[in-house]
Each structure stands twice: as C-alpha cells, then as structure tokens.
C-alpha cells in the first residue's frame, strides 16, 4: 500500500502492547530531540488502540450477520459507511480500506468459532481486549459466579476495571484504594459532595508529577458518570456475555446479579426500585432514591411502580414539590 508507518503500527497493536511499546522506543530514541519522547508518543498510541479497537467491535458485531461471514467486499462495505471515509481524500481512503482489511484478516486468523465471535461482537471490545476477559473470566470463574453483593463484585473485579476504564482522571487518581472506596459509595447512591469528600479527606491528587492537582468535585463526577458509568458499565455487560459462553451449569443466577451490578454501575444506584424509577424518566440520582424511600417501595417492575404512584399521587406529587419542573412533568404524564 505504500504506508510502512500506518502498516507497522496496526500490526504492532495487533501483536498488542509489548509490540506498540517497542515502536515507541525506537522513535524516541530516533527522535527524541525533536519531542517524540515515550510520555508524549503513549497517549497518541493508546488513542490510536483504542480506535483499532473500536473498528474490530465494529467488525466483529457485523461479522457473522449474514451467512458465512465477511467477504472482501462486505468489509470494503463497511469501511465505507463510516464517517472517516465520508470525509477522507482518496489516499486516506485507501488507508482506511487497508485498515480494515488489516483487521478484518486478525478476526479471521485468531477467532475462527462462529459462537466465540457473536459473544466477542456483542462486547463491543477489540480482539486483544475481548480475548484478555474471556482468559480473565476462564480464570476466576468460580468466585465470579460465587460472589453476591456489589461490593464482592468490586472486589473481585477491581484489576479489570483498572486495566479498562479510560477516563484520565480516574487513570490519575493517585489513591486507587480511596478509588475503589469512592466507587463502591458510588454504586450504593452515595451523593457527589460526599463522594468528593472522601477524596478530600484523604487528601488525593491527580497525577504524580511534580505538581500533582487536588482533586475537585468536577473530577469526581467526571470519574463517576465518565468512567465507571461508561467504561465500568461496558465492561461488566462484556463479562455477563463470557460467563454466558462458559460451558457449564448454573449461570443464570450470576448473571441475573452482574446485570443489577452493571446498571447499578452505570447510575449509581443502589436497588432495583431505584433504577426501575431513573429508567422511568426520574433520572437524578437523588430524586429515583427520595421516591423510593418516601414511599417505602421495594417492588421492582416499572408498571408495579406506576401503579403504586397512582395510588398514592399526593405523596408522589409531594415529593416532586422541591424538584424541577422536568420532574413534575414527567410524574403527571406517569399518572395520567
């Protein structure tokens, strides 16, 4: 193709990070002076994995849509329906063609069973990716089919959510054990200013340069919904995809709980009747736990909770008194 760069570094992040860091080397070491040093190059390399894997969870979710696969043609397809291409000259285009032929010829080689690439597919993940939490899962199968409550699953799960989640000021949160307790008030409805000071207490920074930055509420929130809530959450329904694929009996419980964990997660809620109503449309933190404790409910189906509101609309409508409109809004047309 002519493009010995762009080639060398798809299959360097092919062969995965020992490969990609040995090309960050020898560029620095060429061309350091000109600031190509390893702490300027690894963010551009990490972005450019992250967009490699990106297009493999795109191919992978197409592979197996229609008969025995993607032929040359459907991948030339593919690539041509993303934005990329839209906007590309025609050389950038013969790249992104490349690119996804690339790619496309690693599925192919690495993950040949039609099931096993359904479930890589449905993770959203890269082939490295969804390969190292499939081993992952293999591994600690037994405990993550064991474990019950929420924090267990933190627990247990903490390495992977280290290794996947992407948000930059969780990556340098300087305390990753006031991190993990951050995140399991997170998860258990913990409001934002109590979340911050935990962090404060602890007197956490971000970075560890010479002028590490205190920790803000801004940075805890952006921790909270920009992390756990959207890398945590993928991450947790990729693990409910691989324990599903695992061959054995007695899955569906676990499962059933990590589904829970991972909405939990993702709005850092505490219970089901929580979430039932922020899926309602009550969608703050605050108001879904203040419904749910004003009226004492524990049912956990939505219709359950409409009917419930209907029977008591006063105290329903109390509730709503001392929040915005939106919500009030939102609560008659529930009780229509």
């Known amino acids: 193709m002519g493009h010995p760069v762009f080639c060398q570094s798809s ?9 990609l860091n040995e090309i960050i080397g020898k560029i620095a070491k060429e061309h350091g002076e000109n600031g190509f040093t390893v702490d300027a190059m690894k963010p551009q390399f990490e972005f450019f994995s992250l967009t490699l894997a990106s297009i493999e969870g795109f191919l992978l ?58 479930a890589f597919g449905k993770t959203l993940y890269g082939v490295n990716d969804a390969k190292a939490i499939e081993g992952w899962v293999q591994d600690n199968a037994d405990e993550l089919i064991a474990v019950q409550s929420g924090d ?6 903490w390495p992977l959510i280290m290794d996947h989640i992407h948000n930059k000021a969780f990556n340098k949160f300087d ?23 935990i962090a404060d207490t602890n007197k956490c920074k971000l970075g560890k ?26 991450l947790v329904s990729a693990l409910c995809e691989l324990v ?12 059933n709980r ?21 899926e309602l449309g009550f969608s703050d ?3 879904a736990q203040d419904l749910a404790a004003y009226l004492n409910l524990t049912a956990t189906q939505k219709k359950d909770l409409v009917k419930v509101l209907k029977r008591d609309r006063d105290g329903a409508r109390s509730v709503m008194e001392k929040y915005p409109s939106y919500f009030q809004k939102r609560l008659n047309e529930l009780l229509q």
Request: charged residues 30%; neutral net charge; hydrophobic residues 35%.
């Open 11 to 19: 299959y360097s992040r092919i062969a995965g990070w020992d490969s």
């Open 61 to 118: 979710s197409n592979w197996d849509a229609v008969g025995n696969g993607l032929t040359g043609e459907a991948i030339a397809d593919l690539a041509e329906q993303t934005l990329a291409y839209f906007l590309a000259d025609d050389k950038k285009r013969e790249q992104i063609q490349e690119l996804f032929k690339i790619l496309a010829e690693n599925i192919s080689e690495n993950i040949t069973d039609a099931n096993r690439r359904k």
């Open 152 to 157: 267990e699953v933190i627990d247990l799960i």
């Open 175 to 197: 305390k990753k054990n006031v991190l993990k307790e951050i995140t399991k008030k997170w998860i258990s409805g913990t409001p934002f200013h109590e979340l911050y000071r």
């Open 209 to 234: 340069e010479k002028r590490p930055r205190k920790v803000k509420i801004e940075n805890i929130i952006d921790i909270c919904e920009g992390g756990l809530a959207y890398d945590g959450a993928l």
């Open 244 to 255: 599903e694929m695992l061959d054995r009996k007695g899955t569906g419980d676990p499962i």
């Open 258 to 278: 990590l589904q829970l964990f991972q909405k939990r997660l993702k709005y850092g809620l505490p219970t089901e009747t929580t979430i039932a109503f922020y």
């Open 285 to 287: 933190r605050v108001i």
